[in-house]
């Protein structure tokens, strides 16, 4: 099985286009599909992902971040008077997570923790949502007890995904979340994906390990180099060979970066 790793698109179409293309057996976003920045709101941004989520041709795997707005206190519905397409807008607006829109069949949302059935074999996946505070993984105690029984019962490999970054490791340095290291510890899933600190894997690794659970962060280059760069960086883990693989813009010099670690 070949898990594509991703964090941080931040509505790049053009980084979507190419997650779109990728062959993997499943693709994995840890959190910030959106941009809070964008001159249009995120309404329009959710539409778009939604239209392009529906269509994705793989396994795909979503959890909220910082910028997304997956939480019931976001409002969103100053920005309807400006859509043209408002049937999908209202599918949005009536839901108490907008993410909970883009699930179907090979897609798992935000806030879940299930079984996936992929082209390279079956996997546990648990999508922890961002909450302000670094709160997330001290506030879903439910989704780590589940995703730790299917993985005991049915002895798949388990993979979490959290926009924030543990604490204290290399991918996530002294900014990371805390919560998230001792729920690591705890629980001791067999991978997890976050993002958030763009620059820790330059500063620090794209992959640690703590305990039994290795860690990623793919990162993002420096904003004028991001903003070049046709390509997000990303990590492909390879469960067969145990690797993952990190494919980045570098911060410094031209030559792109890719680094393969072995699992062991």
Not at 70 to 96: C, H, P, T
Request: proline share 8%; aromatic share 10%; charged share 20%.
């Amino acid at each position: 099985m070949r898990i594509l790793l991703l964090s941080d698109l931040h509505f790049r179409a053009d980084w979507y286009a190419w997650a779109a293309r990728q062959k993997t057996d499943l693709t994995a976003i840890a959190g910030d599909l959106l941009d809070g920045f964008h001159p249009d709101g995120l309404l329009p941004q959710m539409v778009a992902l939604k239209k392009w989520a529906g269509v994705f041709p793989s396994p795909l795997a979503i959890s909220s971040g910082n910028h997304d707005g997956n939480l019931e206190e976001w409002a969103v519905a100053g920005e309807f008077m400006q859509m043209n397409d408002r049937s999908e807008a209202l599918a949005i607006l009536s839901s108490k997570y907008w993410m909970d829109t883009l699930e179907r069949p090979g897609v798992v949302t935000d806030r879940r923790s299930q079984i996936l059935e992929t082209p390279g074999g079956k996997l546990v996946v648990t999508t922890v949502p961002f909450f302000p505070g670094q709160q997330g993984p001290r506030l879903c105690d439910n989704l780590w007890d589940e995703g730790c029984r299917l993985r005991d019962s049915s002895q798949m490999p388990w993979i979490v995904l959290h926009h924030e970054p543990p604490a204290d490791t290399m991918v996530g340095g002294h900014s990371g979340d805390p919560s998230l290291f001792y729920k690591i510890r705890e629980y001791q899933p067999d991978f997890v994906v976050c993002g958030h600190i763009h620059g820790q894997p330059y500063a620090g690794a794209f992959a640690d390990k703590l305990g039994e659970t290795w860690c990623f962060n793919p990162g993002v280059p420096v904003l004028s180099r991001a903003i070049k760069a046709k390509v997000p960086n990303h990590i492909v883990l390879d469960l067969s060979a145990r690797t993952a693989t990190w494919h980045a813009t570098p911060n410094v010099g031209h030559e792109p970066i890719a680094i393969r670690r072995p699992l062991k």
